[in-house]
């Protein structure tokens, strides 16, 4: 069965324990010789039905994709001729950049993935209990800046709320008192009324899709995780 899971902003700190670079030593023996096909294999980027393996879950592969587009498909879908929209910051911003991630966990067959969507969450909670096994290309703080990033731009240009609102939003969401309302809508609007965020200046939550701008360090940062899993870019 197939699972496709929402996002939810709880937070997992991971300790990086890096690699050690007695790892990458070899010796004359033929255990030394083996030891390094083993780990040049583990370093060559592998794919599951064209999509990038990042990481094994009970040996299950991992899948991740991620695009980094110029432009942005609400501008496409709305035949509109202009090059901005307005950001989170309710500025007006020129040229977007629109990212979207997702993932998948393969069964042992490959045939079919038994979780796929935005299931960050759940790689966070593996990843915590130590049952992810990273690529070793992919080092264990890249993994959770990635995880960070994913929650915080994922669609950027499609957002509900200005960044007041948003940050509401994630710091309140796992509250007790919000724990029976909706999450996509009844949960922020009732956490933006008591916080009397909603308005935010002119702009009502849920009105309409405003831009999330992604600092050019960040964008840096994801065209380096495309290319250590030789994923595919525009």
């Known amino acids: 069965m197939v699972k496709f899971i929402t996002k939810d902003k709880k ?3 991971i ?3 890096g690699i050690s670079s007695k790892h990458l030593k070899t010796t004359s023996s033929g255990s030394g010789v083996n030891k390094e096909k083993a780990l040049l294999l583990k370093d060559k980027p592998e794919k599951v039905h064209n999509e990038s393996v990042i990481a094994y879950l009970n040996h299950h592969p991992v899948t991740i994709q991620i695009k980094l587009e110029e432009g942005s498909n609400k ?3 709305m035949n509109h001729d202009q090059e901005s929209l307005k950001g989170t910051d309710l500025k007006m911003h020129k040229n977007p950049v629109r990212l979207s991630i997702s993932a998948s966990e393969w069964n042992l067959s490959r045939s079919d993935c038994t979780q796929c969507g935005q299931m960050q969450d759940s790689l966070r909670r593996e990843f915590s209990d130590g049952k992810l096994k990273l690529k070793s290309s992919v080092s264990n703080e890249d993994f959770r800046m990635l995880l960070d990033i994913w929650d915080k731009y ?3 240009d499609i957002k509900a709320g200005t960044e007041k609102q948003l940050d509401l939003i994630s710091k309140h969401r796992d ?3 919000y724990a029976d ?3 996509f809508l009844d ?3 009732a956490i933006l009324k008591d916080y009397d965020a909603n308005p935010d200046r002119e702009w009502k939550y849920g009105h309409g899709f405003l831009y999330r701008p992604i600092p050019d360090n960040i964008q840096e940062f994801i065209r380096t995780i495309q290319r250590k899993l030789s ?3 525009n």
Request: charged share 50%; proline share 8%.
């Open 11 to 13: 937070v997992f700190p």
């Open 75 to 77: 501008l496409k879908d």
């Open 175 to 177: 509250d007790e008192k």
């Open 154 to 156: 994922h669609l950027n």
């Open 15 to 17: 300790k990086d324990k």
């Open 187 to 189: 949960k922020p609007e």
């Open 231 to 233: 994923i595919a870019t």
């Open 181 to 183: 309302k909706d999450v």
